[in-house]
């Protein structure tokens, strides 16, 4: 299915490096609504941006998936169609990351943490596949598990009732933390763990490192 649609965007001129400009937007757009939703007083307001997110950020990967290969289907793959690739990626983790952070329930410094330890796994990658291992893309806490774990914490929060809503932490002058924070917690722990497995595969891989 995937491929047919690449196909159909490449051949009515669709540029690879536009869908990811398209995907890195949807990133910063699941961003701003994450983080709107703990600057609302309406309820019903502040469910639909929950559910915004929820609808950007499988769209953000959706767009992250097809430009690579409708470049291929086009001829037209390049090298700075990998920055393309690969530097909205970064911001798009950023911005939904640190979002939720912002998010009702969230917490901004395990929001801006979650950034940089997938900004961290990221680089761990291209690590291993400048000296020679080959990337690897192993979680538990790769790009789409992560995404995964912030497209449900949305779901959840869009849908269930105020009461299915747990929090921690809270007091006469802090509303506390929430799933939100929650969610990021498994992320940030997530993430060192791939961070550790990544570079164990790298050690691995690369012939002397062990010696």
């Given amino acids: 299915m995937f491929n047919r649609l690449a196909a159909w965007l490449a051949d009515r001129s669709v540029t690879a490096n536009s869908i990811s400009v398209t995907g890195v937007l949807c990133g910063l757009g699941a961003g701003a609504a994450l983080w709107a939703t703990a600057h609302t007083q309406q309820p019903a307001l502040e469910r639909i941006l929950w559910l915004a997110a929820a609808v950007l950020i499988p769209t953000r990967l959706l767009a992250n998936m097809l430009d690579g290969m409708v470049a291929t289907h086009s001829g037209n793959a390049s090298t700075v169609g990998e920055l393309y690739n690969d530097v909205p990626d970064r911001v798009s983790d950023a911005a939904i990351l640190i979002g939720l952070g912002y998010s009702a329930g969230g917490s901004p410094e395990l929001g801006f943490a979650a950034a940089c330890l997938a900004i ?9 596949r400048a000296l020679g291992a080959g990337s690897d893309f192993r979680g538990p806490m790769a790009k789409q598990q992560r995404m995964a774990v912030v497209t449900g914490t ?7 009732p105020a009461q299915w809503r747990p929090t921690w ?32 595969f790298i050690v691995a891989r690369i012939p002397g490192a062990t010696a």
């Fill in 120 to 128: 961290t796994t990221a680089y761990v990658r291209c690590l291993g």
């Fill in 154 to 160: 949305a779901l959840f929060m869009a849908v269930a």
């Fill in 169 to 200: 932490f809270t007091s006469e002058t802090s509303q506390g933390l929430g799933v939100a924070a929650g969610a990021l917690v498994v992320i940030n722990v997530g993430c060192v763990v791939t961070c550790v497995r990544r570079l164990s």
